[in-house]
């Protein structure tokens, strides 16, 4: 029996507790799960891929410095210097070229014996008649060449293209419901309806953006593939062969430039001209945008607001492409070099990254676009890469494909059963171009 003042019911629930008067009616989203969104609005790019696999090819530099780690080195001190290239820096090296020495003095190339496997050794000859010094894992520049009179044609050189490779990953989402739960409504407001089911639909497509952004920062690409004859395994639900997109972690830790502050938990001036001189090494361009967690945002907070008003910082409003992005970022300039930073609420997730290192990088990407090497144009830094939904009754987007089933479905009934199914599908992977310019930096420890 109900006594005074007191609620006694069989069950209680969050719906049954709704029946109190006194409640805001509009549904608050206290989780902010809208915002795992952000790596897909801030891109804003995407590209059509013809296959599941895609691959973007590099040039290898023109120039490289030659190493001679492990050389038997003979005449130093003399105008005639024989040295050895190891094997990961030979085939470089030819007649004719003009090699300058760390102490300043320029030799010419005399001769080369040519192994890949050994490595090349050559003799260089003093430029202006005095002596050569050169100790063995000296690195040595060849950065001219020079001919004499009646010269004869040099050695052909040929550079090689290194390929690099992501995979696109097929993403589904569903939501169900029955008659009966289509037809109860309660005392929320979702969006002005007064159905849970609306509710439902919008979250359930907000998963679908938050499950490809989330991949899109912290996934591996598989070894697998879906033209793969024995895959070591497959889609759990129905056999079929599964391949996973590389995110941005990824990309960074397998080809870019890998650097961690010297004491973490702080970061200082001497950490960014570390990271510069990286980033020179790399041939990286100097404007770059800087993702990272709320955690790791503090601490280049404290080390900006220790350098006061020294004209190296400004606000700014990103901008991608001319297009305004809502995020608030704080741009910085060090040794010439520019970075914008920018939170990324992702990474800030409780539920998602906060137990990886992920939350501990600072992930710098160049901003703007990458010039194609032959034929001229631009392509984006950071894009979606994505097929086309194939899907007849498409509701949704040609990225993301929305449909509904069942005899209660909104666009028509199909089928007897009472039910209303909503199905989202994508099929999306991450491309970052010049990764190598790209550099993540541990900052938390």
């Known amino acids: 029996m109900p006594g005074i003042g007191t609620v006694n019911k069989t069950v209680v629930s969050a719906i049954a507790l709704l029946d109190q008067r006194d409640i805001l ?17 801030l891109s804003g790019r995407a590209k059509e891929s013809k296959m599941g696999t895609y691959h973007n090819y590099v040039n290898e530099g023109l120039y490289l410095l030659i190493d001679t780690t492990g050389a038997t080195v003979t005449g130093s001190g003399s105008q005639t210097v024989n040295t050895k290239a190891t094997a990961a820096t030979s085939g470089y ?6 090699i300058i020495f760390p102490n300043r003095k320029v030799g010419i190339v005399t001769a080369v014996t040519y192994d890949a496997v050994g490595g090349d050794t050559f003799t260089v000859r003093s430029i202006d008649g005095t002596n050569l010094t050169h100790t063995a894992a000296q690195r040595l520049s060849p950065f001219s060449n020079a001919f004499g009179e009646n010269s004869v044609t040099p050695t052909s050189s040929r550079t ?74 497959t889609d759990p639900g129905n056999g079929g062969n599964l391949q996973t997109t590389g995110g941005v972690d990824w990309y960074i830790e397998t080809y870019g430039v890998k650097d961690t502050v010297a004491a973490t938990g702080t970061v200082t001036l001497a950490d960014m001209e570390d990271l510069n001189a990286q980033l020179i090494a790399a041939k990286s361009p100097k404007d770059h945008f800087q993702f990272c967690s709320n955690a790791v945002g503090t601490k280049f907070d404290n080390m900006i607001k220790a350098l006061g008003s020294s004209g190296q910082i400004q606000s700014a409003q990103l901008k991608v492409d001319g297009r305004s992005i809502d995020y608030t970022t704080t741009s910085f300039t060090y040794g010439n070099f520019t970075y914008d930073k920018i939170y990324v609420p992702i990474m800030d997730h409780p539920d998602l990254f906060t137990q990886t290192d992920i939350v501990k990088k600072c992930y710098y990407v160049p901003k703007g676009k990458i010039k194609v090497h032959a034929g001229g144009g631009m392509e984006p830094r950071i894009q979606s890469r994505y097929w086309k939904s194939q899907i007849a009754n498409n509701l949704g987007t040609d990225m993301i494909a929305e449909w509904h089933d069942g005899a209660l479905a909104p666009t028509g009934p199909v089928g007897s059963q009472a039910i209303w199914d909503t199905y989202f599908m994508s099929v999306q992977g991450l491309e970052m171009l010049g990764v190598q310019h790209c550099a993540r930096q541990i900052v938390l420890p």
Not at 93 to 98: A, D, F, P, V, Y
């Open 25 to 41: 009616e509009n549904v608050l989203d206290i989780h902010r799960d809208q915002e795992l969104t952000d790596i897909l609005t």
């Open 160 to 233: 090689t293209l290194t390929k690099y490779i992501n995979k696109l990953q097929i993403f589904r989402e569903r939501n169900s419901v029955t008659d009966v739960q289509n037809a109860s409504a309660i005392e929320v407001k979702f969006q002005g309806k007064n159905y849970i089911v609306y509710k439902d639909l919008f979250e359930k497509a907000i998963k679908i953006q938050g499950d490809i952004n989330a991949a899109f920062i912290g996934g591996v690409m598989s070894n697998l593939s879906w033209e793969d004859n024995a895959p070591a395994f």
């Open 93 to 98: 090296i030819k007649r004719n070229q003009l």
